[in-house]
C-alpha cells in the first residue's frame, strides 16, 4: 500500500520559514521523481517543485524560485521541501507526489499523492 505521512506545515508570519517533510512508502522510491504542488482555496491546484529520481535534478515554478529548495533522502525514502522568505500567497494545502518518470510540475502526471499539510502565512 502507497502511503506517505507529510509534516510541518503550521502557521507562520510574513518573512518567515518552514520545512516541509514528505516520508513514502509502498512503493520503489528511488524509481521516482517526486514533486510538492499546492492548492490554496478557491485556486487551482499548481506545481511548486520537483525533484527527479536519478541524478536529483531540481524544478521550481518562477514563484518560489530562489525561496524555496526541494531536497530527497533515498535512504530514508523522505523528501523536504524548505521553505523560507514565505509570503501570504504561500498559503495553501501542500502535498507531495510520485511520478514514475521525469518530472513535472502539473498534477495530472502523478501517480500517488500524499494527504496534504496546510501552510498559513499571516501578513
Known amino acids: 500500500e502507497v502511503q506517505f505521512a507529510e509534516s510541518g506545515g503550521g502557521l507562520v508570519q510574513t518573512g518567515g520559514s518552514l520545512r516541509l517533510s514528505c516520508a513514502a512508502s509502498?512503493?520503489?522510491?528511488?524509481?521516482?521523481?517526486i514533486g510538492w504542488l499546492r492548492q490554496a482555496p478557491g485556486a487551482e491546484r499548481e506545481g511548486v517543485s520537483c525533484i527527479t529520481s536519478t541524478d536529483g535534478r531540481t524544478y521550481y515554478d518562477d514563484a518560489v524560485k530562489g525561496r524555496f529548495t526541494i531536497s530527497r533522502d533515498n535512504t530514508n525514502n523522505t523528501v523536504y521541501l524548505q521553505m523560507n522568505s514565505l509570503k501570504p500567497e504561500d498559503t495553501a494545502v501542500y502535498y507531495c507526489a510520485a511520478l514514475r518518470g521525469l518530472c513535472a510540475l502539473v498534477g495530472d502526471f502523478f501517480d500517488y499523492w500524499g494527504q496534504g499539510t496546510q501552510v498559513t502565512v499571516s501578513s
Open positions: 509502498g512503493f520503489p522510491f528511488d524509481d521516482y521523481s
